[in-house]
């Protein structure tokens, strides 16, 4: 607009130099300027709103199939503790006295070596757990000596059952005498071990124990009497596989949440859902009986509070591993729809959050059969909520702001201004729309339509489906007069307030799907209608 007054000022700057310079032949007296109307054509806003743009904050929670139809999904769930973390193994300790015999001490003492072979099965301290067996990822095997025998030699300690890689699991504890009593110490890693409990008496918790002690002659008096305390400890134990009972145990998650974005909008309006998915999906490795469920599964919201779900899956399905499967995550699912519970109805008065809590129970019937676990074997609870973007919409008011900037003269020049919007929508939905003028203070001072909510047009063409497949396009001209027009001037920004409904032709609320195609794209310019008279 600038750019105009510039070439119009100077083209009168040359007529009156024309004018003060002229010879006779050019006098210009009595000769008139004819009077002449100049249009101004000034593009003011071009806007393009998307789905995404109807709610920005959940953009992250929206998913597309290959056709581009809009999910909302909503994720949450609950894990256990790992087997490693819930079932410690506690540390054991064995004791073991080895006493001469007569005959034994009378060799010793007239100086010939002797060997003591002894086998003995101790007892596992596991508190109410059984172990049939483990596989050891870490341990410390450590055994210490207290001797009155007066003399040297070593002590062989052999864990019976335990193997790694075809070789038993051995301490050697080599001692000399100097005085009483004699004391010695060693340890071994019991890393990588399979230690098995289950040859003995009972089959579980029991471990067999071999002895060896090698004792050299001596010329010093030896007696029956003499013995020797072993003590063994195991610390540190860690398993990779565990194997036997690990008794009853419970795992409660605490109280979670999951935010429904766009039920929790800003955006005022409705969406009426003609689907909604509750997906529970259960995976386990832990091989023993185990019972899942909800203590807890509501919606919540400011207005209606908590409100329970009905027909909730009570227990959850959940597999379990077998002694062919250890290791495995075995799943298994369930789904809460519209046709088995009231998670539509729920969802369509519009929940903040889904509000959880869950409690697993493992053998909760006790030792009814043996378990398996490895380590990192444990319960997980996954949670999606499913909303596919397909039902109805109304109420709904979408605010687009646009900055603008145009220079309009303020004397008599300005005899009307006409704007023009040019409205394409590629949204299953009618259009209402008012634009608001505001200035650069923020105060609103001129709207485009005289009606609030104007019907700017009808939606896109949709299939039968409820897809829109052909935008419908609308040029919609507006005439300012000159006290109008004038205002112009103020504009600093307009604001675009859009009311999208899925009405039909007769008012009803047709089924529609939103993709990510769908866009509405405004167009909005002004033309200034200048009179200018200039007579010399």
Not at 246 to 253: D, H, L, Q, Y
Not at 257 to 266: A, P, V
Not at 315 to 325: A, F, K
Not at 331 to 353: G, Y
């Amino acid at each position: 607009m600038k750019n105009f007054w510039s070439k119009f000022l100077l083209i009168l700057l040359m007529v009156e130099l024309l004018y003060a310079c002229k010879p006779e032949e050019f006098d210009t007296d009595g000769i008139k300027i004819k009077e002449f109307n100049p249009e101004y054509a000034i593009p003011l806003v071009h806007s393009k709103i998307t789905v995404d743009d109807v709610n920005e904050d959940c953009v992250d929670y929206r998913v597309f199939d290959k056709n581009g139809f809009i999910r909302h999904i909503y994720l949450g769930g609950f894990k256990t503790e790992t087997a490693e973390e819930a079932i410690k193994l506690s540390d054991q300790t064995f004791q073991q006295t080895i006493t001469l015999t007569d005959n034994q001490a009378a060799a010793l003492s007239s100086g010939t070596d002797q060997s003591i072979f002894l086998q003995s099965i101790h007892n596992i301290n596991a508190g109410n757990m059984e172990w049939d067996s483990l596989f050891l990822k870490g341990g410390k095997f450590t055994a210490s000596i207290n001797s009155q025998i007066k003399t040297g030699g070593e002590l062989k300690i052999t864990i019976v059952d335990a193997q790694k890689n075809g070789n038993k699991l051995v301490l050697n504890i080599p001692f000399s005498f100097s005085s009483l009593p004699v004391q010695a110490n060693a340890s071994v890693s019991m890393d990588g071990f399979h230690v098995d409990f289950s040859n003995a008496i009972k089959g579980f918790n029991e471990v067999n124990i071999s002895y060896e002690l090698n004792l050299k002659g001596t010329s010093q008096t030896i007696t029956s009497r003499e013995s020797m305390q072993v003590s063994i400890d195991w610390t540190e134990l860690k398993f990779k596989r565990f194997f036997g009972y690990a008794g009853p145990m419970n795992f409660s998650s605490k109280e979670d949440t999951m935010s429904l974005c766009i039920l929790d909008s800003k955006i005022i309006g409705e969406y009426h859902f003609d689907y909604a998915f509750l997906k529970i999906k259960t995976s386990n490795s832990f091989g023993a009986p185990i019972t899942a469920r909800f203590n807890k599964l509501v919606t919540f919201s400011n207005q209606n509070g908590e409100r329970m779900l009905t027909n909730v899956p009570n227990p959850l399905p959940v597999r379990s591993p077998d002694l062919n499967q250890v290791g495995q995550v075995l799943t298994d699912s369930a789904t809460m729809d519209r046709d088995n519970s009231n998670l539509k109805t729920e969802i369509n008065n519009k929940p903040k959050k889904l509000i959880y809590q869950c409690g697993v129970d493992l053998n909760p019937s006790g030792r009814k059969t043996r378990n398996n676990f490895e380590d990192n074997s444990c319960f997980k609870l996954d949670l999606v909520v499913d909303l596919p973007m397909e039902g109805f919409g109304r109420d709904f008011i979408i605010d687009e702001e646009e900055p603008v900037s145009i220079d309009v003269p303020d004397d008599n020049t300005v005899e009307s201004a006409m704007m023009r919007i040019i409205a394409i929508n590629g949204l299953p939905v009618e259009l209402s729309m008012q634009v608001y003028m505001v200035d650069s203070f923020g105060a609103i001072f001129d709207s485009i339509f005289v009606e609030q909510d104007y019907k700017l047009l009808e939606s896109a063409m949709i299939d039968n489906s409820g897809r829109a497949v052909e935008p419908i396009k609308k040029t919609t001209e507006i005439i300012f007069p000159a006290d109008r027009a004038k205002r112009l001037s103020r504009l600093s920004k307009v604001l675009i307030r859009a009311r999208p409904n899925s009405f039909n032709s007769g008012g009803n609320f047709p089924t529609i799907l939103l993709f990510d195609t769908d866009f509405l794209e405004i167009y909005i310019g002004v033309k200034l209608n200048l009179k200018i008279e200039h007579e010399e």
